[in-house]
Each structure stands twice: as C-alpha cells, then as structure tokens.
C-alpha cells in the first residue's frame, strides 16, 4: 500500500482533461491532498484558505497577463514554490523568472517526470 503524503497541491491548468491527468499522477504518487483550479482567479482564492506547499501553474493560464506573471505575484504574495507547466523551450522560461522558488516542467511531460519533480521540489521546501 502506497504511503499517503500531507503536502496540498494546487494544479491550475487552463485545460481540464490537462489538469485531471496531472491530479490522476499526483494522485497515485501519493499526494492525496490536491486541488485543481482552472483560472487564475479561481486559484488565487483557493490559495488564501488552503494555503497548498506547492502549486503547479500553466505558463497560459491567465487572460490579461502569462503565467509567469501569476506565478510571481503566487511566490511573492504567499512564499509558495511554483511548478511552472510550461510549453516554450526551458532557456526562455528560465531567463524570465529566475527565482528559487521557481521551477519548470516542460510540455509534453511523462508522469515520472511530474512526480521527481514535485517530490524534488516539496523534499527542498521541508529542509
């Protein structure tokens, strides 16, 4: 039997069938506490009372700015590590946020790639 873990996870993931696929990863890799948000405002209410450890973020998700702008206003307001989702190439991405709460998965990702990368990121946030 798979060992359930404590951290919360935000997936804010514009496309649902996207964000599903991730939580069904996260899921089975033993992080029963996730949330998914489909908008970026539907997020940031979801952060102010379930404060997640880590929050995983489309680099697309929002209308009037990019991900990467939500994504900082996420790391500055709360002091969360983001998981960008990413689809540019990892060297524009990288040059544009380069904060150490700020991390890249880029798309198309396999399911073993989300979970090192999570539990890289959640092992960092615990020391």
């Known amino acids: 039997m798979k060992k359930m873990l404590s951290e919360r996870i ?5 496309e649902r069938i996207v964000a599903m696929d991730i939580d069904h990863i996260l899921r089975g890799s033993g ?3 996730t949330t998914l948000a489909y908008s970026y405002d539907e997020a940031m209410g979801m952060i102010s009372s379930s404060r997640p450890d880590l929050v995983l973020i489309d680099e697309l998700i929002s209308d009037d700015s990019d991900g990467s702008d939500a994504g900082r206003k996420i790391m500055e307001s709360y002091k969360i590590p983001v998981l960008y989702l990413a689809s540019s190439s990892p060297s524009t991405g990288k040059r544009q946020i380069g904060d150490r709460l700020s991390h890249f998965l880029h ?3 396999r399911a073993d790639e989300v979970s090192a990368s999570v539990k890289k990121i959640l092992s960092r946030k615990n020391k």
């Open 10 to 14: 935000l997936v804010v993931e514009r």
């Open 107 to 109: 798309k198309p990702f």
């Open 31 to 33: 992080y029963s506490h």
